[in-house]
């Protein structure tokens, strides 16, 4: 288990939008059936309960994470290699979900240093996912994307 500490209450709303994906996914109907947040969950040493009279959040969290996806598959079918950015990529798992769909997408999660450091210990890597730990306000994520990207091919 990942015992998770955090220095500020803003820092720990990465983890409501992970923990809702995770109670959709155990619903006998769930509307985004995200197994990859559902597994972080059971390996994260943390007082989620505090979260579950959030009804309301599981299912609007849960209705948008549907909805990048289908818009992110939508456009990314136009392109042989599309490349996907995720701004303040959190603890979201779009990666995973939908490295079957899109197999020659290349994926990038920007987000602060500490969160992709938790990010990389907690998730496993899509195929052609790359972490990219900067603030987005920091413009030079942009360099390091195009050096990832010669890379990438």
């Known amino acids: 288990m990942q015992k998770l500490n955090f220095k500020n209450n803003v820092s720990e709303t990465l983890l409501i939008n992970v923990y809702m994906r995770h109670l959709d996914f ?19 040493d943390y007082d989620f309960a505090k979260f579950n009279d959030a009804r309301l959040s599981k299912t609007g969290t849960v209705i948008r994470a549907k909805f990048f996806d289908d818009e992110t598959l939508r456009l990314a079918k136009e392109f042989d290699r599309p ?3 995720q701004l303040g990529a959190g603890l979201d798992t779009r990666p995973l979900r939908l490295q079957k769909a899109l197999p020659n997408a290349l994926f990038y999660d920007l987000d602060l240093p500490d969160v992709i450091a938790m990010r990389d210990e907690l998730l496993p890597k899509a195929k052609n996912n790359f972490s990219l730990p ?6 030079s994520w942009m360099d390091e994307l195009v050096a990832k990207r010669g890379s990438a091919g």
């Open 83 to 85: 490349i996907i950015v």
């Open 134 to 139: 900067y603030s987005m306000l920091d413009p």
């Open 26 to 44: 155990k619903d006998v109907d769930p509307i985004l059936n995200d197994p990859f947040s559902s597994a972080m969950v059971e390996q994260i």
